[in-house]
């Protein structure tokens, strides 16, 4: 049995010819014997919610400070719309043990509110993220106990903290690269595969043909220190050694082409960069 978390944003959502491609992927993938966990975010609908509920929406460092108003549009959105239409475009494409869940389910995603910190894209002063979640623990079970019933979770990125305020437990939003690596790291899957808005690592951000097929952790780090990867694509890269270091196989960063998740599955590096220990 081959295990994998796959995650994608909510661009890939918007888009429902890519999203029909990537779970009509992992549907064949999942005929083959493979054991999917996907996990989605949703950030071009929760501002646009934001923006007609007549909220502003505010980043730092291109994570989203999360107020009590900002939530509930996170679970509206999260929990609500993006997990269903997830789980039905699965349907449509041959995923029939496609079932949506939170990370708060059965406490999946166990999280404590993020104190104030520094982040890279702001300025010195510790910014406070409200309602932000850090990760304490992945309850596994959950996962496992569905894969053993054949059904491939489809999991929206809240977490729970554990310590109840009055008679309920705190809810939380959490990034939803950080939960599918969380998610990762805790199952030791044999790969993760994140898709972005680009085909791989590229060594110029603006030419895809400059996509770098395969990094071992040394050459990642080595072409971080010599600028050969630059930008928006170092965080990236950075959390994918994390990853690795966690006890993931691999991990692959490709684009939502179609085809492109059961190429690289087959072939690692192929359409894709694949990093490796």
Avoid at 5 to 33: C, M, P, Q, Y
Avoid at 220 to 247: D, F, H, S, Y
Wanted: charge should be negative; proline fraction near 4%.
């Amino acid at each position: 049995m081959t295990t994998a978390v796959l995650k994608f944003g909510g661009e890939v959502i918007a888009d429902a010819s890519a999203l029909a491609a990537v779970l009509g992927d992992v549907a064949r993938l999942t005929a083959a014997g493979w054991k999917f966990a996907i996990c989605h975010g949703g950030g071009p609908q929760a501002n646009a919610l934001q923006e007609r509920l007549g909220l502003q929406p505010v980043k730092v460092g291109g994570r989203r400070v999360t107020d009590a108003a900002t939530l509930q549009v996170m679970k509206y959105v999260l929990a609500g719309e993006l997990s269903v239409d997830v789980v039905a475009a699965a349907l449509a494409a041959g995923l029939g043990g496609a079932l949506g869940i939170s990370g708060v389910s059965a406490g999946l995603v166990t999280a404590r509110r993020r104190p104030p910190t520094r982040v890279s894209g702001g300025d010195e002063e510790l910014v406070d993220f409200g309602l932000v979640g850090d990760v304490v623990e992945i309850r596994t079970a959950l996962i496992e106990h569905l894969w053993a019933g054949g059904y491939t979770p489809v999991i929206n990125t809240l977490g729970v903290g554990l310590d109840t305020e009055g008679s309920t437990c705190p809810v939380f939003n959490i990034n939803a690269d950080t939960v599918s690596s969380a998610i990762a790291g805790a199952l030791k899957v044999d790969h993760l595969f994140l898709m972005t808005g680009v085909p791989g690592v590229l060594r110029d951000k603006d030419d895809p043909s400059t996509r770098i097929a395969r990094l071992s952790a040394a050459e990642a780090r080595g072409a971080i220190e010599m600028k050969g990867i630059v930008g928006g694509m170092i965080p990236k890269v950075e959390e994918a050694l994390a990853n690795l270091a966690l006890g993931i196989g691999a991990v692959h960063i490709l684009g939502a082409n179609a085809g492109a998740l059961q190429a690289e599955a087959a072939a690692p590096g192929s359409v894709g960069t694949v990093l490796v220990g």
